[in-house]
């Protein structure tokens, strides 16, 4: 893949991931409400995928890439997963961070390896977000993620998941 297109694939689903971000969020304050339990971390880490969202679709429309056509899939999905972990328990919406942010953190640190020094201005943006991915799993973490019921097969599940959309949104 030529450089163009390598970093129009990278764009993508970056947009792609942190739109499915902020639908998340959406949907774990929908059902927690913005002054239940940890309600002030989820309105934190939502504002900031909000602000991560913004920054990609910017990139997108200045470099001319089109988004994934997937993206309404990701608008029900995302809110969908946000919902369903926090009906859950609290535990179980900081799980579904954990493990999201988990991938994240593999796929940005992947992109950055790739770009090397070529892409300086996708290179910032990426681990300037990358940074604030790491924080959002740790504060899931110490929030009590691993205490959410069967945290080990509901972060798998949800990490595979992350994996596939990634790939899906990457060509799609």
Known sequence: MNAPAKTNSMIRVDQAGEYGAVRIYAGQLAVMGSR????????TMAA?????????????????????????LWHIAGYALGA??????????MA??????????????????????????LTALITAAREEEREHRE???????????????????IRLGCRAAIGLSRRI
């Open 139 to 157: 504060t899931a973490l110490a929030a009590g993620a691993e205490q959410a019921p069967a945290y080990p097969l509901l972060s798998a599940a």
């Open 84 to 93: 369903a972990t926090a009906l859950v328990s609290p535990e179980a919406a």
């Open 36 to 43: 239940g339990p940890g309600a002030d971390k989820l309105l």
């Open 48 to 72: 900031q995928e909000e602000a991560h969202r913004r920054d990609f679709d910017a990139l997108l429309a200045a470099r001319g890439v089109r988004p994934t056509l997937l993206q309404p």
């Open 96 to 121: 579904c961070t954990a493990a999201i942010e988990t991938e994240i953190d593999r796929h940005y640190t992947s992109q950055l390896e790739e770009i090397g020094s070529d892409d300086p201005e």
